[in-house]
């Protein structure tokens, strides 16, 4: 069993930068992701990145301004620029990576955080 443990939420204005990080007893063997939680909404992928550190995956409505990334067991999510409609509670996610090389499903997942909360003031 994988526990894994979001930080770094917290308000910000647009314009701002938050950093999330998540921390647990996975490796570079890993495939990461984030996924986020609007109210009344669908949880949602954000980014994901594969095993070996090689490949990223980013939903279109962040490209250019989140950024994964991971040093040793820790998986940060760097989110600059950011909006009102990027205000969500944001949850980190992990499997082994087997043959997968990357995931952006949330089926895909075997293990999750209880997630931090991000609010973006306009």
């Known amino acids: 069993q994988v526990h894994l443990v979001e930080s770094g939420g917290g308000l910000v204005q647009a314009g701002g930068s938050l950093r999330l990080s998540c921390g647990g007893r996975?490796?570079?063997?890993?495939?990461m992701g984030w996924f986020r939680q609007a109210p009344g909404k669908e949880r949602e992928f954000v980014a994901a990145l594969g095993w070996a550190n090689d490949r990223t995956s980013y939903r279109d409505s962040v490209k250019g301004r989140f950024t994964i990334s991971r040093d040793n067991a820790r998986v940060y999510l760097q989110m600059d620029s950011l909006k009102p409609e990027d205000t969500a509670v944001y949850y980190c996610?992990?499997?082994?990576?087997?043959?997968?090389?990357?995931?952006?499903?949330?089926?895909?997942?075997?293990?999750w955080g209880q997630g931090t909360q991000v609010t973006v003031s306009s």
């Open positions: 996610a992990a499997r082994p990576a087997g043959i997968t090389v990357i995931v952006t499903t949330r089926q895909g997942y075997y293990y």
């Open positions: 996975t490796s570079s063997t890993y495939v």
